[in-house]
């Protein structure tokens, strides 16, 4: 006996409108805030700029511990620039969420962070 070699697909993989799969992926956006990192002990400059993606449950939440140990910090405090009502926040964390900030943030978010070294 000959056995008959199926020439269609398992699975088709097109959808309505002719598309496959692999041509309509979909895409999410991380949300990310921008930082702007300055040093008590430098000046009015900042060290680095660079973006940071958010987490936590509603994806808002900064995370912490990772900034702190890449500059080699003790203590972060979010600021404003407004020169008229200027304030200054520390920026708390939980440990046990993986030090994610308390605080949220909006996704695009330009944060001023002023933070103070580790003595070594």
Not at 48 to 73: A, C, M, N, S
Not at 77 to 95: H, K, L, S, W, Y
Request: hydrophobic residues 35%; negative net charge.
């Amino acid at each position: 006996m000959q056995e008959a070699e199926e020439t269609a697909p398992l699975h088709d993989d097109s959808q309505p409108g002719g598309e496959t799969r692999s041509q309509s992926s979909a895409t999410t956006k991380v949300p990310e805030v921008e930082i702007h990192l300055f040093l008590t002990d430098r000046g009015m400059n900042p060290i680095d700029v660079f973006k940071w993606t958010l987490g936590g449950k509603e994806q808002g939440q900064l995370e912490v511990r990772p900034i702190l140990y890449k500059y080699g910090l003790k203590k972060i405090f979010a600021f404003t620039v407004d020169e008229a009502r200027g304030f200054c926040v520390p920026i708390r964390f939980n440990p046990q969420e993986y030090g994610r900030s308390l605080l949220t943030y909006e996704d695009g978010t330009v944060v001023h962070i002023i933070a103070e070294p580790k003595i070594p």
